[in-house]
C-alpha cells in the first residue's frame, strides 16, 4: 500500500474517535487533510474547530467547519495531529509542517490527544527525523549557538517564516535518549518559542496504518 494510501486509512480510522457536537483541536499536515476529507464524508457534525495553523484554517473552510479561538473555546475534549516521529511511550516528533507551536498549544489544552500516522513514522528512539524548533528572528544565531553546546546541528529552515514570524532551526544529531530531558532544556533558551519534542505532553493514542492494518498503542 502507498503511504498516502495508508494516511486514508489511518483517517478514516480515526473517525471513530470523534463525536458529533464536539469542538476539535486540528492538527497541521497531509495526514490531518486526509482526516479533514474523511470527515466531510461522514455523518459527524462538529460545533466547530480550533485549528493548529492557517493551512488547516483554510482546509476546514472549504470543509465547512466553522474555525473558532482558542480563547472562547476553554479545554477542547480532543486534539487530532499527524507526527514525523512516534515512539513506543507515543512521544512524538512534530512541527515538519512548521506548526509546532500551536500544535502543541492545542494539544496541551485538550483532554485527549489522538496522533494518526502510518507506520514509517514509527521508531525504536526519536531523532532520525531532524528536530525542528521555533525561534524568535533576533535569537537565531544565540539558539544555534546554545543548540551546539547541546550536541547539535542546528540548520535554519530556508526561506520559510511561521504563522507567528518566528524562524525554524531544524537540529540534528542531538541525543533524544531522555525526551523529557532535553524538550525542557531547549525550551529554557531564551529566543526558543518551543521545540518539536511532545515528551511533556504525549499522544494519549497512536493509531498506526501498516500493511497489516491499523495498530493502536494507547
Ligand atoms: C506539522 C506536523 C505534522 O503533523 C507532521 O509534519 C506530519 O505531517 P504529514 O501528516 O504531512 O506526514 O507536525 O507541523
Redesign the pocket.
Known amino acids: 500500500m502507498s503511504q498516502s494510501r495508508l494516511?486514508i486509512e489511518v483517517a478514516r480510522a480515526a473517525l471513530s474517535e470523534v463525536d458529533s457536537g464536539m469542538v476539535l483541536g486540528v492538527?497541521?499536515?497531509?495526514?490531518?487533510n486526509a482526516f479533514l476529507d474523511e470527515l466531510a464524508g461522514s455523518d459527524i457534525q462538529l460545533k466547530g474547530a480550533v485549528s493548529s495553523s492557517r493551512a488547516t484554517t483554510e482546509k476546514l473552510a472549504e470543509t465547512g467547519i466553522e474555525v473558532m479561538d482558542l480563547n472562547h473555546v476553554g479545554e477542547l475534549e480532543l486534539y487530532i495531529?499527524?507526527?514525523?516521529e512516534v515512539d513506543e511511550h507515543r512521544r512524538l516528533i512534530?512541527?515538519?509542517?512548521?506548526?509546532?507551536t500551536r500544535?502543541k498549544i492545542i494539544a496541551s489544552a485538550s483532554r485527549r490527544f489522538v496522533c494518526i500516522v502510518d507506520e514509517s513514522k514509527c521508531v525504536k528512539v526519536l531523532g532520525d527525523f531532524a528536530l525542528p524548533v521555533e525561534v524568535v528572528p533576533m535569537a537565531r544565531a544565540f539558539v544555534g549557538r546554545k543548540l551546539v553546546g547541546l550536541g547539535g546541528r542546528p540548520e535554519l529552515r530556508d526561506g520559510f517564516e511561521t504563522d507567528n514570524g518566528n524562524l525554524i532551526l531544524d537540529v540534528r544529531n542531538l541525543d533524544l535518549l531522555d525526551p523529557l530531558k532535553i524538550e525542557s532544556e531547549i525550551n529554557q533558551i531564551p529566543g526558543v518559542v518551543t521545540c518539536?519534542l511532545f515528551a511533556r505532553r504525549p499522544a494519549d493514542r497512536v493509531l498506526i496504518a501498516g500493511e497489516a492494518g491499523i495498530r493502536r498503542l494507547g
Open positions: 494516511k492538527g497541521t499536515g497531509s495526514t490531518v495531529d499527524g507526527a514525523d512534530k512541527g515538519g509542517g512548521g506548526a509546532l500544535e518539536g
